[in-house]
């Protein structure tokens, strides 16, 4: 394989991925001209065409998924064999992309990565916040951090927090006009602020469990926010009631903002984990991370850092 045939097709890789030659160019650091002219070329050199072209989309065709499937793991694996090559210095180095959901990114990841940073200049790392369950192998990703119960089993999940409970809130103003729930059921008598799941489209049944009853009570309500801070602002303004994770309320609880409603209804489950490919080697860089990361309790892990 020429050099330039190698460059060609990281160029398309990058096009077919983010479906635009705009966002490939932003992302290659390059420009959206040099980048049609770069695929043009490929695809006369192999006299197929790669790429179909509409004024406002860019998709694959039969000829270029069929290139995708090949290149992605090629390239994948070119990647990791390139990231080894920092075993050689003193210090570990190089790129961790992470995929994460918001909540994850600054209650679990940041103050590690925060810690770390100093200590380690050459380590990079890029985090995608994203609410949506992201293909971390389509999208080229080292890792990503979801809730236990969404790890896909097919991936190397590593605990690197504690269990997670929701909670049920309204403001006091809320329920001076309104009867305090007793049970789930009572929720579809009340204004409920909602989110649409990412990745299925529907609006979330919130979950509940008592006793080993589970229960998924559909609410409805005036607003449907995918932002948990826009929830609890919509709570304490009393325009209804909100179904968060504990940690995003415990201050508003403490100072009285926000009533906690069905807590023996909301019991503990499986937190954050950080998950990859069993099959991927892991850089030093990227042991590095999965290590300080790894959940212990607070001693074992005020000793080791």
Not at 14 to 36: D, I, N, P, Y
Request: charge should be neutral; proline fraction near 6%; include cysteine.
């Amino acid at each position: 394989m020429r050099r330039e045939d190698l460059a060609d097709l990281t160029v398309f890789l990058a096009v077919a991925e983010e479906r635009s030659f705009t966002r490939a160019a932003a992302k290659l650091g390059t420009s959206q001209a040099t980048l049609s002219f770069t695929v043009r070329r490929l695809e006369e050199r192999l006299g197929v065409r790669l790429l179909t072209r509409t004024t406002r989309s860019v998709a694959p065709t039969a000829a270029g998924e069929s290139l995708l499937e090949t290149l992605r793991p090629a390239l994948t694996e070119i990647d990791g064999k390139l990231a080894t090559l920092t075993e050689l210095r003193d210090k570990p180095a190089g790129t961790i992309r992470i995929t994460t959901s918001e909540h994850a990114a600054e209650a679990v990841l940041w103050p590690v990565l925060e810690r770390l940073a100093p200590e380690y200049p050459d380590v990079r790392v890029e985090i995608a916040v994203d609410q949506a369950l992201t293909n971390i192998v389509a999208d080229r990703f080292d890792a990503g951090i979801r809730l236990g119960e969404q790890v896909e089993r097919d991936m190397v999940a590593v605990r690197i927090g504690p269990d997670l409970r929701m909670a049920a809130v309204g403001s006091p103003a809320y329920f001076a006009c309104h009867p305090v729930p007793q049970v789930p059921q009572d929720l579809t008598g009340h204004a409920c602020i909602t989110v649409r799941l990412p990745t299925a489209g529907g609006l979330y049944a919130w979950e509940f469990e008592k006793d080993g009853r589970e229960l998924k009570v559909r609410v409805e309500g005036q607003f449907v926010l995918n932002s948990p801070a826009l929830h609890l602002k919509a709570a304490r303004a009393g325009l209804g009631l909100a179904f968060v994770l504990e940690g995003h309320v415990e201050d508003d609880l403490r100072e009285g903002r926000l009533v906690r409603v069905l807590e023996d209804w909301c019991p503990p489950f499986a937190g954050y984990h950080l998950y990859y490919p069993s099959r991927r080697q892991p850089t030093p860089a990227f042991a590095l991370l999965v290590e300080a990361l790894r959940y212990r309790d607070t001693q074992r892990a005020a000793q080791k850092f």
